[in-house]
């Protein structure tokens, strides 16, 4: 057989003055087809079980994943079904932005660092921001969360994310609290030798989410644990988008991407400390390998493993999970061999589509796709 090469523009030129723009339409269309065929469509197209059977309901799944191959070429962007204006809760994901954001306010003060030690108000025993950080990203504790979440407040949060340009973004409450959106913050008193600083805000009231998706399930369970026969309302839940939570671990591993660019302002130790926390395992705390194995909280590629032993030497995976609500959404840097990705991917699990019963796919369905979807990426990507 032989193949016939031919550029673009001679293929165009070709058809000049010729009545044949039905033909060039479906070639083009032709084209437009192959060019869909990018390393998350391979992934895919897997014919792994953890694949295919999350293949057969796509539409309730509602995947979205956004994929940056870096190389020394310039990094390539691919993305599936990503929409901005498509809702979906990101849990623990705003652990990320958060983390960052107390970074660059205690940047901003000239008196406390992330050792100073703090406690919040109504709670005695005092922390360290860079404690609860590394809490936050190792076995994404919550209560972690909600004492730097009442240290900066939703004004500053909001405030600073849509100066950054994530449009897409709003954080709205704490988690796993009653009263979780009260716009009054508890006072955080920071020791400074024998004096003390003491931060507290109160915050303006926020606007309901406006995209589509925002009702949920068929049912739900409420805080009284009453079945409430209709879809739950997210319009005053936290928001981030797939492309929006990509660019924030973009920027914290790619910084120089970023010079003269509007981004979150880490200096360099800073940033190898968040690296750090965003690879450490759980045994860095001193927490039991039984209670939280070494793939905890690490879905992508090793989320689907068995035993602690089967850490790949030549992987490094930098991430932040979240799942609740039936939602289950990851972000990481992932250094395997000789490639290095950083894949963002969202997806529902929730077949009996009521909420809050604590009844979810996350191990049967959506962390083993996880896993497989990044072993295919990386697998297309070193063929």
């Not at 929730?350 to 896993?371: C, H, L, M, R, T």
């Amino acid at each position: 057989m032989v193949l016939f090469v031919i550029s673009y523009e001679e293929f165009i030129l070709s058809f000049a003055g010729m009545k044949n723009i039905p033909f060039v339409i479906i070639f083009l269309l032709i084209l437009g087809c192959k060019s869909k065929k990018t390393p998350i469509h391979f992934a895919i197209k897997s014919s792994k079980p953890s694949i295919s059977n999350v293949k057969k309901n796509l539409k309730d799944h509602k995947i979205q994943i956004k994929l940056t191959v870096i190389n020394k070429d310039g990094n390539i962007d691919y993305e599936y079904n990503v929409d901005n204006e498509e809702y979906f809760y990101p849990a623990s994901t705003v652990k990320l932005p958060i983390a960052l954001l107390a970074i660059e306010k205690v940047n901003e003060s000239k008196f406390i660092t992330l050792d100073t030690p703090f406690r919040v108000e109504n709670e005695s025993e005092k922390y360290t921001l860079r404690d609860e950080i590394f809490k936050m990203f190792v076995i994404s504790d919550n209560k972690s969360f909600n004492r730097i979440f009442e240290f900066l407040g939703q004004d500053y949060i909001n405030g600073k994310l849509n100066a950054l340009g994530f449009k897409n973004t709003t954080i709205f409450h704490r988690l796993s609290v009653v009263d979780s959106d009260n716009l009054k913050t508890k006072k955080v008193y920071f020791y400074i030798e024998e004096d003390s600083i003491s931060y507290q805000t109160f915050n303006r009231e926020i606007d309901a989410n406006q995209i589509n998706g925002l009702k949920k399930g068929k049912k739900f369970f409420n805080n009284k644990n009453e079945l409430v026969k209709k879809p739950m309302d997210f319009s005053k839940k936290n928001r981030i988008s797939i492309n929006d939570l990509h660019e924030m671990t973009t920027q914290v591993f790619l910084p120089e991407n970023y010079h003269n660019k509007n981004s979150f302002k880490l200096e360099n130790k800073q940033r190898d400390f968040i690296w750090d926390a965003m690879s450490a395992l759980p045994r860095k705390l001193g927490l039991s390998e039984e209670k939280y194995p070494g793939n905890f909280v690490k879905f992508f590629v090793r989320g689907d493993e068995n035993v602690n032993d089967t850490i790949n030497n030549n992987l490094k995976i930098y991430n932040k999970v979240g799942s609740a609500y039936g939602q289950l959404t990851e972000t990481a840097f992932i250094d395997s061999d000789n490639q290095k990705i950083i894949l963002t991917a969202s997806m529902y699990v929730n077949d009996n589509k009521i909420i809050n019963d604590d009844i979810y796919e996350y191990e049967s369905v959506g962390i083993p796709f996880f896993a497989s979807l990044a072993k295919e990426i990386l697998y297309h990507l070193e063929k």
